[in-house]
């Protein structure tokens, strides 16, 4: 710088000069340009900012505490003790919600300090731990975060944010969702207490191995309830929740126990636990995950058993009540069986379902070889990848043309035989496709059911509470399988006997328990015979009694086609039973159930076990049907009660007489007829044996004055069982209810009032004439007014023909004075007498009523001798008469003789 005299002046000039202002002006004016610029572009900025954070507040949605819950809790199933049995789970719904009253303290307090370790003072965001994680998430350009949501932040990220936002990849969603998280925790703060803030996020974390919330967690881990957790188990699940995959103990105890200790280091330094507490927790780090893995690999958890047949009917019951009792849709029913936090309180006694599955699983009770019926099917891919299907039905055919089989059938006397079969059955269809068999080129379907198969439904009949249900015997290989206890129609055979033929007949006051039906050859309306099981008849007079006491046939048939098939259809759908149809059109050709053969369980769909239990239940029950229930009431995870069971409704089906008699007779089919194989001391017992004519299923339905049960027993494919295979329905029934019983105290079916005890001719049913009915008199129990009223109409006294010893007819050359039985006529009222062939005018029989009126009818042929000229001059006719006539002689004179001895030693025993 030139500081003389010369060199200021010019540097004045300099400065003075026109161009030097014009510059320096310029230069001026660009500054406050720029400066301005930079201010508006700040202040643009900063409003752009304002109102872009006013946009995402905006967006964000307006929550009450009450709202932020978790969404999906599973359901839970207690039996009728109110133990917890099973859980109904849907997907991300494995949660349990519990109160602080079942967490203990300590687990709340891990979590806060592993995961937000300043939860208590902070309001809603850690400003130390965002600025953190702000600096990890800009440095790696959004690829890395670090944990800073306060446990605020994650309790909304588990709730709120759950549907209405996704985390995508990029920063600007990222940004955006952590703005709204933070405004939204700063606004639950300010009106939530900390503590059910925390209790709320226990209940929501996802905890790993399908598992949300704390108590779902400590079930699945450690087999028992949050509440029981110590000290050592809560810093276990405390790790957890950081990453759930990474820290499951189950997969890597190696680092959860890392984490762990940084837990429990972390709790020692903030004063939740003392020093004694920490070292107890340290010296427990081996043993706990020991614990873990043991119930891991020997418990078999609720949420991931195959459960039982008692749940998977409860829940097939529920969901129809949910649709059709509550009202809501079948998406909405599936979605609160499976995630809506349901509590179901069943009708499962623990006890008896207990020794159900005992007697079922115990292979003392089942004396046949098993079987095991195969369900295969096979798919082969060739060169081009083109897939060729086999079915089961394939395998048969092929096996039936090979070696020439009119017949082949897909049971096999063990899997290994089965698996023979099948390596044969896929070798051939390689070979038809002319393909070569390799390991990948192939896929087959391979499965087994053990056979025969069994059902079982136990129902306290006073309740319509269903106790216990077998659906099937062998392993249970997944949910909601076939359950042939309620799910499985077959035919019911000849337990019908009771429901469809007689009861109803009894409570009409058409017929008697000492009504007879002759049991002879007897063909239906279409001309096909009726059949007894023993495919042979008596060709005696059989009550009513005698026909449930011994399972026959043609007398049920006979007695349904006398009061009409719509009488037995009628009271079987006041029974309950949900399948019968009164007309169904099937490939041209209408099937209806209103038919004679009715009586004996023929139905064009079959019934359940559970509505034949539920039927004599009914009856048990002094005739009052319960619809069959297994659950008492449903409520919400809030406590409200959705559906209720508690009363149910009542329908008099049979008159309390009716029910008695009936087990008055099912008690003689226990005692001294078909089933007798059931009984056990110490209990009034009655019930009625079933079997299907093609031997197809078998039946044993059984009642005490406590419980009612239904035993089924058959083939899946309908292959006709073995003796042996038949009855072990009984056989069960028996192991079962013995044990049901013990410590019971006897009791027997309460008689009701309206019942009389009458002396009739066992023949007849009618009431015995003195002289002639003797050795036929029986005592029989009647409803009051549905008694006999006039003598037997079957044993006669007077003229009869010696060659057919029936009524001798007025021309009758073979007639003589004596006593017969006349043939049954089925049909006959029991007060139409028939008249004294000394009445006779012509062909017609004379009727004298009481009331002096006279009545003309035509004498049954089956009770009066035809004696027509031909018959008279048949060859050897006279020698035939003449041989009866003798045999009758010698019978009169031996019935002679033994009246004289018994008069004989009746007289000497009175002396005596």
């Given at each position: ?628 229930h297994l659950y008492s009431y449903v409520t919400g995870p809030d406590g409200e009660i959705i559906l209720d069971n508690r009363n149910p409704r009542a329908k008099q089906v049979f008159k309390e007489t009716t029910s008695w008699l009936l087990i008055s007779a099912m008690r003689d089919c226990v005692n001294y007829g078909t089933g007798t194989r059931v009984r056990f001391p110490g209990m009034d017992i009655a019930g009625k044996t079933g079997t299907t004519s093609a031997g197809w299923d078998h039946w044993f339905v059984g009642m005490t004055p406590y419980y009612t049960a239904g035993v089924w027993t058959g083939y899946d494919d309908n292959t006709e069982q073995t003796w042996d295979e038949m009855h072990t329905s009984e056989q069960l029934w028996h192991a079962i209810m013995s044990r049901v019983h013990e410590g019971l105290a006897y009791k027997e079916f309460v008689m009701p009032e309206g019942l009389v005890s009458v002396e ?153």
């Amino acid at each position: 710088m030139d500081y003389s005299r010369k060199g200021v002046m010019a540097k004045r000039r300099q400065l003075n000069s026109y161009s030097g202002k014009i510059v320096r002006k310029i230069v001026l004016l660009g500054f406050k340009l720029f400066l301005t610029g930079v201010i508006g572009v700040g202040i643009c900025l900063f409003a752009g900012g304002i109102g872009l954070f006013n946009s995402i507040i905006a967006g964000t949605p307006v929550v009450r505490m009450s709202e932020i819950v978790s969404i999906g809790q599973a359901t839970i199933v207690y039996d009728a003790m109110g133990n917890e049995f099973d859980h109904y789970v849907g997907r991300d719904a494995n949660r349990i919600v519990v109160g602080w009253d079942g967490i203990p303290k300590q687990l709340g307090l891990a979590f806060v300090a592993v995961e937000d370790e300043r939860f208590y003072e902070h309001n809603g965001i850690d400003y130390k731990g965002m600025v953190r994680a702000m600096y990890q998430f800009v440095k790696s350009r959004g690829k890395e975060t670090q944990g800073a949501s306060t446990i605020t932040q994650q309790l909304l990220k588990n709730t709120v944010f759950v549907d209405w936002t996704e985390e995508g990849d990029n920063m600007i969603k990222k940004i955006k969702r952590k703005i709204q998280e933070q405004y939204l925790a700063i606004e639950v703060t300010k009106s939530t207490e900390k503590d059910e803030v925390l209790l709320r996020y226990l209940n929501a974390i996802n905890m790993g191995q399908n598992t949300l919330g704390v108590e779902s967690a400590a079930q699945r881990y450690f087999g028992k309830s949050a509440i029981d957790l110590n000290l050592s188990e809560c810093a276990v699940m405390a790790a957890i929740t950081q990453n759930p995959y990474r820290y499951n103990p189950i997969s890597f105890p190696e680092n959860n126990v890392k984490r762990r200790k940084t837990c429990l280091d972390k709790m020692l330094e903030l004063g939740f636990i003392t020093q004694e507490e920490y070292d107890e927790a340290i010296a427990d780090t081996a043993d706990v995950y020991d614990r873990i893995q043991y119930h891991d690999t020997s418990i078999a958890e609720a949420y991931t058993q195959e459960g039982n047949y008692f749940s998977d009917s409860l829940y097939d019951d529920v969901f129809y009540d949910l649709v059709h009792v509550a009202g809501y849709d079948r998406n909405q029913a599936e979605y609160l069986l499976t995630s809506g936090g349901l509590r179901i309180y069943s009708t499962m006694d623990p006890y008896i379902q207990a020794i159900v599955d005992e007697e079922f699983a115990n292979p003392d009770n089942f004396k046949f070889n098993d079987r095991w019926l195969l369900d295969y099917s096979l798919t082969i891919y060739d060169e081009d990848g083109v897939e060729h299907n086999f079915s089961k039905e394939n395998l048969i055919s092929w096996f039936k043309e090979k070696y020439g089989y009119s017949k082949y059938t897909l049971l096999y006397s063990s899997q290994e035989k089965a698996q023979e079969a099948i390596d044969e059955y896929r070798a051939g269809c390689f070979e038809s496709l002319e393909l070569v068999e390799t390991e990948d080129n192939y896929l087959e379907s391979i499965s087994y059911t053990l056979e025969p198969q069994m059902s079982m439904v136990i129902e306290n009949q006073s309740t319509g509470e269903v106790v216990a249900i077998a659906g099937g015997r062998g392993e249970k290989v997944g949910r909601r399988t076939l359950n042939r206890a309620t799910a499985s129609s077959r035919s019911p055979g000849s337990v019908f006997k009771v429901l469809a033929s007689v009861g109803p007949g009894l409570d009409t006051g058409l017929v008697t328990l000492a009504t007879t039906y002759y049991d002879g050859p007897f063909n239906y309306t279409g001309g096909k015979p009726v059949q007894n099981t023993s495919k042979t008849t008596s060709l005696k007079n059989l009550s009513l009694r005698y026909c449930i006491a011994y399972s026959m046939n043609i007398v049920a048939v006979k007695n349904l086609t006398y009061i009409g098939p719509e009488v037995g259809f009628s009271y079987l759908q006041d029974l309950g039973f949900t399948t019968l149809t009164a007309g169904k059109e099937i490939n041209g050709q209408v099937y209806s159930d209103i038919n004679q053969s009715l009586a004996l369980g023929g139905l064009t769909y079959g019934v359940t076990n559970e509505e034949v239990t539920a039927a004599y239940a009914c009856i048990a029950n002094g005739g009052s049907y319960i619809k069959p229930h297994l659950y008492s009431y449903v409520t919400g995870p809030d406590g409200e009660i959705i559906l209720d069971n508690r009363n149910p409704r009542a329908k008099q089906v049979f008159k309390e007489t009716t029910s008695w008699l009936l087990i008055s007779a099912m008690r003689d089919c226990v005692n001294y007829g078909t089933g007798t194989r059931v009984r056990f001391p110490g209990m009034d017992i009655a019930g009625k044996t079933g079997t299907t004519s093609a031997g197809w299923d078998h039946w044993f339905v059984g009642m005490t004055p406590y419980y009612t049960a239904g035993v089924w027993t058959g083939y899946d494919d309908n292959t006709e069982q073995t003796w042996d295979e038949m009855h072990t329905s009984e056989q069960l029934w028996h192991a079962i209810m013995s044990r049901v019983h013990e410590g019971l105290a006897y009791k027997e079916f309460v008689m009701p009032e309206g019942l009389v005890s009458v002396e009739v001719c066992s023949e007849s049913g009618l009431l015995p004439i003195p002289g002639l009915c003797d050795g036929c008199v029986v005592t029989e129990w009647f409803a009051e007014g549905t008694e006999p009223q006039y003598e037997c109409d079957l044993h006669y006294a007077g003229r009869i023909c010696a060659y057919d010893n029936k009524i001798a007819c007025p021309n009758c050359p073979f007639a003589y004075e004596g006593v017969t039985l006349l043939p049954k006529v089925d049909g006959f009222h029991p007060d139409l007498l028939i008249g004294d062939p000394s009445l006779m005018e012509g062909n017609q029989v004379i009727i004298e009523h009481d009331d002096g009126t006279v009545e003309y009818i035509v004498p049954d042929n089956d009770h009066f001798c035809q004696h027509t000229d031909i018959m008279l001059a048949t060859p050897g006719y006279e020698a035939i008469i003449a041989t009866q006539m003798a045999q009758l002689e010698a019978v009169r004179q031996a019935n002679e003789a033994a009246a004289a001895a018994a008069a004989a030693a009746s007289v000497a025993s009175q002396d005596g």
